[in-house]
Nanobody, 124 residues
Framework: VQLQASGGGLVQAGDSLRLSCAASGGTFSSYVMGWFRQAPGKEREFVAAVSWNDIPYYADSVKGRFTISRDNTKNMVYLQMNSLKPEDTAVYYC???????????????????WGQGTLVTVSS
């Protein structure tokens, strides 16, 4: 499975961004897809995940502001980010959980394949 994330950029606080992740190989429609982020000097943290049947789950820090979605016909997963804050600044990664024993799994080592990351910078 190969993942390609895109859509990051420099925005101001309160703005919106939509991240996209294109998947190739494997059986996309059967995978849990997740978004993680890593800020400078910090550990990679869970942001959101979506089950194979489109059930979302969010970290408390983004709940109500971010929306994860997937399009199994296009092998795509999205992260709509609204009301962005400076503390959302990070490199954002999409990832697959190929064999989830339960949903959601929020620890990064549960995920098998990772995209290259896309940088989101939110200025105050």
């Amino acid at each position: 499975v190969q993942l390609q994330a895109s859509g990051g950029g420099l925005v101001q606080a309160g703005d919106s961004l939509r991240l996209s992740c294109a998947a190739s190989g494997g059986t996309f429609s059967s995978y849990v897809m997740g978004w993680f982020r890593q800020a400078p000097g910090k550990e990679r943290e869970f942001v959101a995940a979506v089950s194979w049947n489109d059930i979302p789950y969010y970290a408390d820090s983004v709940k109500g502001r971010f929306t994860i979605s997937r399009d199994n016909t296009k092998n795509m997963v999205y992260l709509q980010m609204n009301s962005l804050k400076p503390e959302d600044t990070a490199v954002y990664y999409c990832a697959t959980d190929i064999s989830p024993t339960y949903f959601p799994r929020t620890y990064y080592y549960a995920y098998d394949h990772w995209g290259q990351g896309t940088l989101v910078t939110v200025s105050s």
